[in-house]
């Protein structure tokens, strides 16, 4: 009789602790709602075009005569899609390509216009047909601010002098003069402009010493005349943990000459030997994650010397080329860095908005590595075909955020392991828009693991929560061209909210933005 009662209680103690066991593990998020936060800037959702590969010709650009339905030449299908991100700015020509390009090759009747050699990507001949009118006109249509790249490596002051002068000047002048023989009577008010790219590199292998000057003697002649608060320029800035660069430009740079800084940084392991865009295992997934999690650090410490010069934080800090890259696909043309995009990429946008989003006092501009057909692209053609890449989906669904009030958010993620090593699973941003909505995005990396957060939103007196996921089966999925929709966000209820208290589960690689109102 001893016995089985002490076997009842056994097997009741056991029974008790698997439960416990069984319990998953909650991750509690923290979060700050006072009302001096910082905006979260419209234009860290900025993208890139550049002169590389397919991304103007047979990407953007397709020319009037097209039987591709087109605006002036560009595909409608791309106008719409970029229409529906509300991309705030497009960054143009270049990259590299800038610091070979001459503006007025690009403008005038274009059977006259000279062609020009692509010597960083491919070496292919382009024939100028997308020029200067053909990019701030397609800008105008998509409602986005243009950020002109102008040519310092082999370029010289008086000609970007006169490209200032050319989109920007209302009056009488040579510039302006020619700018209307072109068919352009008003300026376009072009604001933000990058002086030279990648100074370091590609454009002229520069000390930053000396490219420091080049910038101060560049700036001089660019003329604010008719722009509103004067031009927005950027200089050339480091690429990854290059803080000697970011600390001779803002310790020699006069500050009323210097409105942005940029910072380069790709989620890539190694130049020589990227790895596979589709078919990579989990230690290169864990790996470009890695890379991808140092945005962060990369930010704070560049951050940390913007503040010892500028501690009232007038210049501010701009990323704008970031993204993934990988090996070229099979049979492509290497200098193209045509590339596909799986469900790894969403992981890496997800998680480096929330990083800029966190950022916002300084991050005040960002530009995806690039629009269509190069890098990590957003949009992917083939012919008349078009696909949206998971990184769009992830671009359209945190678009919400775009000038939007950061709410601060504090918590111990949980961890993603592999091989002994291991890496924040979790990362997430808070904000809230005009209308008072609240919008929560949060990314969960890890390969196999659910994760479950809880915060407390009681003080933000929401009634009612909605939400959308993005995720997959597999690490390796894409839209094809054959299957355009395998990865689209869905609605997601995976979640509980009940007195204040919401409680979220993340399954494993997913991509989760709620709101709340």
Same mark, same amino acid.
């Given at each position: 009789?001893?016995?089985?009662?002490?076997?009842?209680?056994?097997?009741?103690?056991?029974?008790?602790?698997?439960?416990?066991?069984?319990?998953?593990?909650?991750?509690?998020?923290?979060?700050?709602?006072?009302?001096?936060?910082?905006?979260?800037?419209?234009?860290?959702?900025?993208?890139?075009?550049?002169?590389?590969?397919?991304?103007?010709?047979?990407?953007?650009?397709?020319?009037?005569?097209?039987?591709?339905?087109?605006?002036?030449?560009?595909?409608?299908?791309?106008?719409?899609?970029? @229409?529906?991100?509300?991309?705030?700015?497009?960054? /143009?020509?270049?990259?590299?390509?800038?610091?070979?390009?001459? /503006?007025?090759?690009?403008?005038?009747?274009?059977?006259?216009?000279?062609?020009?050699?692509?010597?960083?990507?491919?070496?292919?001949?382009?024939?100028?047909?997308?020029?200067?009118?053909?990019?701030?006109?397609?800008?105008? #249509?998509?409602?986005?601010?243009?950020?002109?790249?102008?040519?310092?490596?082999?370029?010289?002051?008086?000609?970007?002098?006169?490209?200032?002068?050319?989109?920007?000047?209302?009056?009488?002048?040579?510039?302006?003069?020619?700018?209307?023989?072109?068919?352009?009577?008003?300026?376009?008010?072009?604001?933000?402009?990058?002086?030279?790219?990648?100074?370091?590199?590609?454009?002229?292998?520069?000390?930053?010493?000396?490219?420091?000057?080049?910038?101060?003697?560049?700036?001089?002649?660019?003329?604010?005349?008719? &722009?509103?608060?004067?031009?927005?320029?950027?200089?050339?800035?480091?690429?990854?943990?290059?803080?000697?660069?970011?600390?001779?430009?803002?310790?020699?740079?006069?500050?009323?000459?210097?409105?942005? #800084?940029?910072?380069?940084?790709?989620?890539?392991?190694?130049?020589?030997?990227?790895?596979?865009? @589709?078919?990579?295992?989990?230690?290169?997934?864990?790996?470009?994650?890695?890379?991808?999690?140092?945005?962060?650090?990369?930010?704070?410490?560049?951050?940390?010397?913007?503040?010892?010069?500028?501690?009232?934080?007038?210049?501010?800090?701009? &990323?704008?080329?970031?993204?993934? /890259?990988?090996? &070229?696909?099979?049979?492509?043309?290497?200098?193209?860095?045509?590339?596909?995009?799986?469900?790894?990429?969403?992981?890496?946008?997800?998680?480096?908005?929330?990083?800029?989003?966190?950022?916002?006092?300084? #991050?005040?501009?960002?530009?995806?590595?690039?629009?269509?057909?190069?890098?990590?692209? &957003?949009?992917?053609?083939?012919?008349? @075909?078009?696909?949206?890449?998971?990184?769009?989906?992830?671009?359209?669904?945190?678009?919400?955020?775009?000038?939007?009030?950061?709410?601060?958010?504090?918590?111990?993620?949980?961890?993603?392991?592999?091989?002994?090593?291991?890496?924040?699973? #979790?990362?997430?941003?808070?904000?809230?828009?005009?209308?008072?909505?609240?919008?929560?995005?949060?990314?969960?990396?890890?390969?196999?693991?659910?994760?479950?957060?809880?915060?407390?939103?009681?003080?933000?007196?929401?009634?009612?929560?909605?939400?959308?996921?993005?995720?997959?089966?597999?690490?390796?999925?894409?839209?094809?061209?054959?299957?355009?929709?395998?990865?689209?966000?869905? @609605?997601?209820?995976? !979640?509980?909210?009940?007195?204040?208290?919401?409680?979220?589960?993340?399954?494993? !690689?997913?991509?989760?933005?709620?709101?709340?109102?």
């Amino acid at each position: 009789m001893k016995m089985k009662k002490f076997n009842i209680l056994f097997l009741i103690f056991l029974c008790a602790s698997q439960i416990i066991t069984a319990q998953k593990e909650v991750t509690l998020l923290k979060i700050a709602n006072t009302t001096n936060n910082p905006t979260i800037n419209k234009h860290i959702y900025g993208h890139f075009a550049e002169h590389l590969g397919r991304c103007i010709y047979e990407g953007f650009y397709v020319g009037e005569s097209s039987d591709i339905p087109n605006t002036n030449g560009v595909r409608n299908d791309i106008i719409e899609a970029l @229409k529906n991100l509300q991309i705030p700015n497009l960054r /143009w020509p270049g990259g590299c390509f800038a610091d070979t390009y001459h /503006w007025k090759g690009g403008i005038g009747i274009k059977e006259d216009r000279p062609t020009i050699v692509n010597t960083w990507w491919g070496g292919v001949t382009e024939n100028n047909s997308f020029g200067t009118h053909d990019f701030l006109n397609l800008c105008k #249509v998509l409602g986005a601010e243009p950020y002109l790249s102008g040519n310092v490596g082999s370029g010289t002051v008086q000609e970007l002098a006169d490209w200032v002068q050319y989109v920007n000047f209302s009056g009488t002048s040579p510039m302006s003069n020619l700018r209307k023989e072109n068919g352009q009577e008003k300026p376009w008010g072009v604001k933000f402009w990058g002086i030279g790219n990648e100074a370091w590199g590609c454009g002229g292998n520069m000390r930053a010493e000396y490219y420091a000057d080049i910038y101060r003697k560049y700036a001089t002649f660019m003329s604010n005349a008719d &722009v509103d608060g004067g031009l927005y320029k950027i200089a050339s800035g480091a690429s990854d943990a290059d803080y000697h660069w970011t600390e001779v430009l803002m310790r020699d740079i006069p500050h009323n000459m210097l409105q942005g #800084v940029a910072l380069h940084h790709y989620s890539v392991i190694d130049w020589g030997a990227k790895g596979p865009s @589709k078919d990579f295992q989990e230690e290169h997934y864990f790996k470009i994650m890695e890379q991808a999690w140092l945005m962060d650090e990369l930010i704070q410490k560049h951050t940390a010397i913007m503040d010892k010069y500028d501690p009232q934080k007038k210049v501010d800090l701009i &990323v704008d080329e970031w993204g993934g /890259w990988y090996d &070229v696909e099979k049979g492509t043309n290497p200098g193209f860095l045509y590339q596909q995009n799986t469900m790894r990429d969403a992981m890496i946008a997800g998680m480096t908005l929330n990083i800029f989003n966190n950022h916002a006092a300084r #991050v005040k501009m960002a530009n995806l590595a690039q629009a269509v057909n190069v890098l990590q692209a &957003v949009i992917l053609t083939e012919g008349n @075909k078009m696909i949206l890449t998971p990184t769009y989906h992830v671009m359209e669904m945190y678009k919400i955020h775009q000038d939007a009030q950061l709410i601060p958010v504090s918590f111990d993620s949980p961890r993603y392991e592999f091989n002994g090593n291991s890496l924040p699973a #979790v990362s997430a941003s808070i904000s809230k828009n005009n209308e008072g909505r609240i919008h929560i995005s949060l990314t969960n990396i890890d390969s196999k693991k659910d994760n479950t957060i809880s915060i407390n939103l009681n003080d933000l007196n929401l009634r009612n929560i909605t939400g959308k996921i993005l995720t997959s089966k597999k690490l390796q999925d894409h839209n094809s061209f054959e299957t355009p929709n395998m990865i689209i966000p869905k @609605k997601f209820t995976d !979640f509980k909210f009940k007195k204040g208290i919401l409680e979220i589960t993340l399954p494993p !690689f997913s991509v989760i933005v709620l709101e709340g109102k």
